[in-house]
């Protein structure tokens, strides 16, 4: 059974730095794309970054918004994927999910597979 768990929300003030963090199980964890997403209340998910696969190379992307602010990381031996968000903005304030995918390096939601259940990240003004 494939599992998706994030950790590291919070409350936080503009300009605070927050670390996500999201252990997977049950599946070959390098071979996957690794993506961050979010959701605002009202809003569609949008993409926030991702780690490629090591046979990808190990790129990354991110979304313009976090660009700069923003880093993903992986760690394959302990099946973990990292954001470390700083300089943190109250439009940033959402509901953050990690998801994994073997289908191509993607910022399109629907392309990924696996989901976690979310972390609440609410940054204050």
């Known amino acids: 059974q494939v599992q998706l768990a994030e950790f590291g929300g919070g409350l936080v003030q503009a300009g605070d730095s927050l670390r996500l963090s999201c252990v997977v199980s049950?599946?070959?964890?390098?071979?996957?794309?690794m993506a961050w997403f979010r959701q605002a209340p009202g809003k569609e998910r949008d993409f926030v970054a991702v780690?490629?696969?090591?046979?990808?190379?190990?790129?990354?992307l991110y979304a313009d918004s976090v660009k700069g602010r923003f880093t993903v990381s992986r760690d394959n031996a302990r099946n973990t994927v990292t954001l470390q968000m700083s300089s943190l903005e109250p439009e940033d304030t959402a509901v953050y999910y990690c998801?994994?995918?073997?289908?191509?390096?993607?910022?399109?939601?629907?392309?990924?597979?696996?989901w976690g259940q979310g972390t609440q990240v609410t940054v204050s003004s």
């Open positions: 049950g599946l070959t964890f390098n071979i996957y794309h």
């Open positions: 780690s490629s696969s090591s046979s990808s190379g190990g790129r990354t």
């Open positions: 998801a994994a995918t073997r289908i191509r390096l993607s910022n399109v939601p629907s392309h990924y597979n696996y």
